[in-house]
């Protein structure tokens, strides 16, 4: 694939892209949280269709996923999708 990272502005099209790269590479979108301060960490997923859905699910997923769009792997998922749109 393209060995060029490319920069992308987080425009809710953007954001969509990256959410389905991750989908694509890892099978999901999920985190763990350890900011509480329960013994266990809490476990958190969305799904696609939950952050096209809901701006407060979208702007989680952008908080949480911004920084893997510089992964080479999800980089180049994102712009093997871009191509196909």
Do not use: C
């Not at 799904?47 to 911004?66: C, D, M, Q, V």
């Not at 080479?72 to 871009?82: P, Y």
């Amino acid at each position: 694939m393209s060995s060029v990272s490319k920069k992308y502005r987080m425009t809710r099209k953007n954001v969509l892209l990256l959410a389905q790269a991750i989908i694509n590479v890892h099978g999901k979108i999920a985190w763990q949280d350890y900011a509480s301060d329960s013994p266990y960490t809490d476990q958190h997923s969305l799904t696609l269709n939950e952050i096209k859905g809901s701006p407060e699910k979208l702007e989680r997923f952008r908080n949480e996923f911004t920084h893997q769009m510089y992964s080479n792997v999800i980089n180049d998922e994102m712009q093997r999708l871009e191509q196909e749109l």
